[in-house]
């Protein structure tokens, strides 16, 4: 079955430090996996993308992420937080087969929260 | 702003009551999605239109019925809605639903069934 985890409810981390938030994930076959960010009282906005090609993805607002296939995970990072960056987290995966089920899967959210 | 629009922002409603949520995008695309947020809980996917038509329907109670009139609009009309319904509703679309395109997603209607 088709799963995503977010192994952190909550990542704290000080203002000018890096930051990690982890995602893994587990299809059947090759993976579509996403990043969105959801401010408070807001929707959800996309982050970033995988879907193929290079392993380091760059996205909005300075955030990246890696696909790392062996390790079926896709972290998201950025080399220096920003207060502003503190916000819900989700990662998401779909299943790139022609024949699959095309559905997002969702993780269910890291609060990231940076300390001045 | 994504321009993916959700009204109302917030909405409270008995549970005789009738209520309906709009959803309108303008950034020309043709699949829309409704989406139930609750606390500490992954989204969970409630119906998807495609070209107007409805493609997916994940189990969801009757007491929840969905409409696209066309590829711009997408309601969700509520009745008899349960205390447990409470939650955020996400409206989102997307270019169509090719596995590697991106959703936009609306603000939300925080519901709260009282």
């Known amino acids: 079955a088709q799963s995503v985890a977010q192994p952190e409810d909550q990542v704290n981390v000080a203002e000018g430090n890096p930051l990690t938030v982890k995602c893994t994930y587990s299809v059947s076959g090759n993976p579509y996996l996403f990043w969105y960010v959801q401010y408070p009282n807001r929707g959800l906005q996309f982050l970033l993308k995988?879907?193929?090609?290079d392993n380091l993805v760059k996205g909005s607002y300075g955030f990246e992420a890696e696909f790392n296939k062996s390790q079926t995970s896709f972290h998201l990072k950025k080399p220096s937080a920003l207060v502003s960056d503190s916000a819900l987290y989700f990662c998401a995966v779909r299943e790139g087969a022609r024949d699959s089920n095309y559905q997002l899967i969702w993780g269910a959210g890291t609060k990231l929260i940076i300390k001045p | 702003e994504t321009g993916v629009t959700q009204t109302p922002r917030h909405l409270v409603m008995g549970m005789t009551n009738k209520k309906s949520l709009k959803c309108e995008q303008h950034l020309g695309h043709n699949a829309m999605y409704w989406y139930k947020q609750s606390a500490k809980k992954p989204l969970e996917l409630m119906f998807v239109?495609?070209?107007?038509?409805?493609?997916e329907n994940n189990s969801v109670p009757s007491r929840f019925s969905p409409e696209c009139p066309n590829s711009s609009h997408l309601f969700l009309h509520l009745h008899t809605l349960q205390p447990e319904d409470s939650a955020l509703y996400l409206c989102a679309s997307s270019q169509d639903k090719d596995r590697g395109t991106e959703a936009f997603f609306g603000q939300g209607t925080r519901l709260t069934v009282v």
């Open positions: 995988y879907i193929t090609g």
């Open positions: 239109y495609n070209f107007k038509e409805q493609t």
